[in-house]
């Protein structure tokens, strides 16, 4: 059974920066993309960022983060990292990790499975 772990949330103030870490198990993840999702009070589920398999693979965002977020992966340690930098409020949200997948023009859960999620709250 899959289990993913997020942790690394907080409260930070606007321009502040926080690093997520979301272990994951319960079956071989090798060859799948592995990304982070977001979803804020009210909205929908929102694709934030993705990282391939490979070491030093290719990596993905959202406009919306591009330039400020960072994504990462250790195969070895089966954890994946989101380094966020110059948190807006409007970036307050619960954050979720997931092995992903294209969908069209965006990204799905590969696995159907979700973590608990970690609350991110940026003041003003």
């Known amino acids: 059974q899959v289990q993913l772990v997020e942790s690394g949330g907080g409260l930070v103030q606007a321009g502040g920066s926080l690093r997520l870490s979301c272990a994951y198990s319960?079956?071989?993840?090798?060859?799948?993309?592995m990304g982070w999702f977001r979803q804020a009070p009210g909205k929908e589920r929102e694709f934030v960022a993705a990282?391939?398999?490979?070491?030093?693979?290719?990596?993905y965002y959202a406009d919306s983060v591009k330039g400020r977020f960072a994504i990462s992966r250790d195969n070895a340690k089966n954890t994946v990292y989101l380094e966020m930098n110059k948190l807006k409020p409007e970036d307050t949200a619960v954050y979720y990790c997931?092995?992903?997948?294209?969908?069209?023009?965006?990204?799905?859960?590969?696995?159907?499975?979700w973590g608990q999620g970690t609350l991110v709250t940026v003041s003003s």
């Open positions: 997931a092995a992903v997948q294209r969908a069209g023009a965006g990204w799905d859960n590969a696995l159907d499975a």
């Open positions: 319960g079956r071989t993840f090798r060859n799948y993309h």
């Open positions: 990282v391939s398999w490979a070491i030093g693979g290719s990596t």
